[in-house]
């Protein structure tokens, strides 16, 4: 079965500073990754998705990921961070599952804190 | 357009009572997907739909949970016999067909369900 590791619960970086949250994931065949953020009282977005081709993925408010498959990686960054990234963001992977549904098993989730 | 939607927003109920989440997805997406999302933790999968049909119920923890969407639109998560254990945020999302390598799943906010 497929499994996601985060292995920072917390991170504080500085406003301005550069970002990476590291995921780990297993699962037998090529992966569908997914990176989401949840900010307080707001549902979860989707910040950028990998699936297939070029390793490097961008996303939306800045972020990119890198899929190392060498590595079982997809480590989320951005080069300079802003207040308003501060929320809870979750690495996933998704995989077909029972029923012939595909379903997204999610990482416990990296709180990100921006100091001043 | 309208995101999914989730009523209510907060549940506080007693152990060993009966609740009813609702869930409306976005309109004339067939897949409908419930997690559960405990304290700390990322979301877990309890059941998917497509349509009106249950295609995927293995994620649901015990024969207390239940879910229904008759119609293939709105959908409605049933707990029988409460237990403080089931105290979560149940998040709904729909996507247009299930399929994740095309598709988005778009989040709605989370129903706050507290055991007393």
């Known amino acids: 079965a497929q499994s996601v590791t985060q292995p920072d619960i917390h991170i504080t970086v500085s406003e301005g500073a550069s970002l990476e949250l590291r995921c780990n994931y297993s699962y037998g065949a090529t992966p569908y990754l997914f990176w989401y953020v949840q900010s307080p009282g707001q549902g979860l977005q989707l910040l950028l998705k990998y699936f297939s081709g070029d390793t490097l993925v961008q996303g939306i408010k800045g972020f990119e990921a890198e899929f190392k498959r060498s590595q079982s990686s997809f480590n989320l960054r951005k080069p300079s961070v802003h207040w308003s990234d501060a929320a809870e963001y979750f690495c996933a992977v998704g995989a077909r599952r029972g029923g012939g549904a595909d379903g997204l098993t999610f990482g416990k989730g990296t709180h990100l804190i921006i100091q001043p | 357009g309208a995101g999914v939607s989730q009523t209510p927003s907060n549940k506080v109920t007693e152990k060993g009572k009966y609740v009813e989440l609702r869930c409306d997805p976005i309109s004339g997406h067939t897949a409908l997907y419930w997690y559960r999302q405990s304290l700390g933790q990322g979301p877990e999968f309890l059941i998917y739909?497509?349509?009106?049909?249950?295609?995927?119920d293995s994620g649901l923890p015990n024969d207390r949970f239940f879910a229904v969407r008759p119609e293939g639109s709105v959908s409605t998560l049933k707990i029988q016999r409460t237990e403080r254990g089931d105290s979560a945020v149940y998040l709904c999302?729909?996507?247009?067909?299930?399929?994740?390598?095309?598709?988005?799943?778009?989040f709605g906010p989370g129903t706050r369900l507290t055991v007393l």
């Open positions: 739909f497509q349509g009106t049909g249950a295609a995927d």
């Open positions: 999302a729909s996507s247009p067909t299930g399929a994740l390598r095309t598709d988005t799943q778009y």
